[in-house]
């Protein structure tokens, strides 16, 4: 069973940052992309950003200049940057490894509001 631990969510002020981090058991971890997806309330789950094993990042439009998503293959581990955080970026935050399965970590809560 994949176990993950995601940190970094919270309230922040429009025009904020904040850093998500995810940490997961699945191993070769540096084998599969990673990815950051996200659900508001009363919406569809979307796409954040997206990186390969090898660092080739992908982003969606409304996060694009803002967000940025790395890797550190050596402690399994994802992050997201969020910088100039909107009202609208509110939502849960899932890391997933983007294999022939996906693999869904707990989800973690992201407030921008003033």
């Known amino acids: 069973q994949v176990q993950f631990v995601e940190s970094g969510g919270g309230l922040v002020q429009p025009g904020g940052s904040l850093r998500l981090s995810c940490a997961t058991s699945e191993s070769p971890f540096s084998k599969y992309p990673m990815g950051w997806f996200r659900q508001a309330p009363g919406k569809q789950r979307e796409m954040v950003a997206t990186i390969s094993g090898g660092g080739w990042t992908n982003y969606s439009d409304s996060v694009k200049g803002r967000f940025a998503i790395s890797r550190d293959n050596t402690k399994n581990t994802v992050y997201l940057q969020m910088n100039n955080l909107k009202p609208e970026d509110t939502a849960v935050y899932y890391c997933?490894?983007?294999?022939?399965?996906?693999?869904w970590g707990q989800g973690t809560q992201v407030n921008v509001s003033s």
């Open positions: 997933v490894i983007l294999g022939r399965t996906y693999y």
